[in-house]
T-cell receptor, first 114, second 106 residues
């Protein structure tokens, strides 16, 4: 299994440009998550999806949209990028069978907005 | 507000036991999770639960509002960021701390 994969690994945007970060998991997990990681701020939840067809806001949703395309894929879209969105973005999915909220992470996308 | 607190930096000598402390104000928090993160890689779960537990060189202590991660025989290769996280009962979300950067000196 590949686990959680993210594309692209790196991206540079100009202010106002749009882009979509892609995430896919092959572990048949129902729940998927998008986080951003900033120095001194840790991992902050942007959006999550508890199941196919549902999405909910996390702690820092402003400036982002998400799509749960199917059970495998959960994309994050920046419609008009701003320098404040420069960050490392992580996607995660949740293991269901253990009874714990054990999340598995992708390797991240490093985004720079100029 | 639901928050998880941990020190920003911990330093240790190689071969020692290092402790990283975490406490929280998360409503109805039940489980703790400790993740290891090397820059450029995916964060990886080390240990989890609602009771003291051990996975290899990693021990987790547990109290109702706090947990510590103990790393035995710490090595320079253990230098990374360690995240503590909590989940509340009946929730799909984890609340992460801001991360602790472990420095290991020879």
């Amino acid at each position: 299994n590949a686990g959680v994969t993210q594309t692209p690994k790196f991206q540079v945007l100009k202010t106002g440009q749009s882009m979509t970060l892609q995430c896919a998991q092959d572990m048949n997990h129902n729940s998927m998550y998008w986080y951003r990681q900033d120095p001194g701020m840790g991992l902050r939840l942007i959006y999550y999806s508890a199941s196919e067809g549902t999405t909910d806001k996390g702690e820092v949703p402003n400036g982002y949209n998400v799509s749960r395309l199917n059970k495998r894929e959960f994309s994050l879209r920046l419609e008009s990028a701003a320098p404040s969105q420069t960050s490392v973005y992580f996607c995660a999915s949740k293991e269901e069978t253990s009874g714990y909220n054990e999340q598995f992470f992708g390797p991240g996308t490093r985004l720079t907005v100029l | 507000k639901d928050q998880v607190f941990q020190p920003s930096t911990v330093a240790s000598s190689e071969g020692a036991v290092v402790e990283i402390f975490c406490n929280h104000s998360v409503s109805n928090a039940y489980n703790f999770f400790w993740y290891l993160h090397f820059p450029g890689c995916a964060p990886r779960l080390l240990v989890k639960g609602s009771k003291p537990s051990q996975q290899g060189r990693y021990n987790m202590t547990y109290e109702r509002f706090s947990s510590s991660l103990l790393i035995l025989q710490v090595r320079e290769a253990d230098a990374a960021v360690y995240y503590c996280a909590c989940e509340g009962r009946n929730t799909d979300k984890l609340i992460f701390g801001t991360g602790t950067r472990l420095q290991v000196f020879p």
